[in-house]
């Protein structure tokens, strides 16, 4: 079962609003002006309150598809009136959208135009439609490597700990619900930090 903090006294608070302006400045490393990257006009910037591990509120920032803005907030509504806490919430810019660094400082990160590693195939991030939450917490898992490496206290998904993605469980079950598609689930690699849109594809 989910070990899941005490859901904050206060009202979630989310919005989305457009990429336009100051938001379109800051994202000079995961967005690039090239004909597959979306158009600004197709992102939408997220701010959302979450649970801290101190069981406090704080307010993080995404920018994801515009087409899922919406049901991104409601994921991150849900997440917090269960009470499950998120380590921080910070524009992968922040990291020079270097993914592995963003992922070492256990950041929940949504768009960023890249590739899978180790492919030329480009990431659902690169669309807007995935978002990793907690990396540390939920690594990317095979026998033979976790990513992040920090993650690695956490391979054992029997050692239940706040943060954690655990089937069964309230918060993948929420996942389940709202149409997003956890990596847990995935075959090839548990992806445990992954999230993606499905509904509807």
Sequence with gaps: MT????????????????????????LTHSWRDEPRCPRFTELAYLRLAHVTFEGGV??????????????AVELF??????????RQMQLV???????????SA??????????????????????GLAIDINPVENPWRKPDRIAPPEGA????????????????????AAIDELG??????WLHAFDDHHLVWSRGR
């Design 93 to 103: 810019d922040a990291y020079e959208a270097d993914d592995e660094r963003s992922m």
């Design 3 to 26: 070990a899941l903090l005490a859901p904050p006294a206060e009202p979630f608070r989310g919005e989305a609003l457009a990429v336009s302006g100051e938001v379109a400045a800051r």
């Design 153 to 172: 206290a956490f391979a054992d998904r029997r050692v239940i700990r706040p943060g954690m993605f655990v089937r069964p469980g309230p918060v993948v």
């Design 180 to 185: 997003w598609e956890w990596g847990g689930d």
């Design 77 to 86: 509504r849900r997440l917090y009136t269960l009470g499950f806490p998120i």
């Design 106 to 127: 256990d950041n929940t990160s949504a768009f960023n135009f890249r590739v899978v590693a180790g492919t030329n195939i480009l990431s659902q991030h690169a669309r």
């Design 58 to 71: 704080a307010t993080g920032e995404l920018v994801v598809a515009a087409a899922i803005a919406e049901r």
